[in-house]
T-cell receptor, first 115, second 112 residues
């Protein structure tokens, strides 16, 4: 069985500060890992994903994440927060064996950015 | 392409009523899924389908039915709505050879 834990349901940073959103996963098979962003009253948009290959993946809007197998982590970072980054962020895992493309989501982390 | 579309955007039901949430995609994706989003719980998989005529249960299937008669459409039926089904529902699709799921804009459902 797979699971995802996001540490911190709410994170607040100042504009220009580092953004760090934590995600740990559990998977008995090699995982595919994703970060999605949800702006208020909107659907989910893919930020970035890890499937195979390079463990540091870059996404849209200056975000990146590093897959660390030894730590079972896939933390999301951005060097300098912008007001427009305020949103809810979801980490998700799927089975690399492609069992119907099911995604298991974490609980979500709401990011606030202070001016 | 319109991508993944969902109707209605918002619905209010009374306990015991039935309704169908519509989901359609025009990308010829074989895989489609329904999720519900509740505060503090992320998104949870309700049902999914790997192709026309094939469906399976996800994490929280009770109270919901699905069918997949065509590649394009994947409706979600609430047989007898309960207040616990108040949620935001998202439909998603993807082709089997890719990992990325494409989400619809969501349907916000309130059951009184």
């Amino acid at each position: 069985a797979q699971s995802v834990t996001q540490l911190g349901s709410h994170v607040s940073v100042s504009e220009g500060a580092l953004v760090l959103l934590r995600c740990n996963y559990s998977s008995s098979v090699p995982p595919y890992l994703f970060w999605y962003v949800q702006y208020p009253n909107q659907g989910l948009q893919l930020l970035l994903k890890y499937t195979t290959g390079a463990t540091l993946v870059k996404g849209i809007n200056g975000f990146e994440a590093e897959f660390k197998k030894s730590e079972t982590s896939f933390h999301l970072t951005k060097p300098s927060a912008h007001m427009s980054d305020a949103a809810e962020y979801f980490c998700a895992v799927s089975d690399s064996h492609n069992q119907g493309g099911k995604l298991i989501f974490g609980q979500g982390t709401e990011l606030s950015v202070k001016p | 392409n319109a991508g993944v579309t969902q109707t209605p955007k918002f619905q209010v039901l009374k306990t015991g009523q039935s309704m169908t949430l519509q989901c359609a995609q025009d990308m010829n994706h074989e895989y489609m899924s329904w999720y519900r989003q509740d505060p503090g719980m992320g998104l949870r998989l309700i049902h999914y389908s790997v192709g026309a005529g094939i469906t399976d249960q996800g994490e929280v299937p009770n109270g919901y039915n699905v069918s997949r008669s065509t590649t394009e459409d994947f409706p979600l039926r609430l047989l007898s709505a309960a207040p616990s089904q108040t949620s935001v529902y998202f439909c998603a699709s993807r082709p089997p050879q890719q990992e990325t799921q494409y989400f619809g804009p969501g349907t916000r459902l309130l059951v009184l």
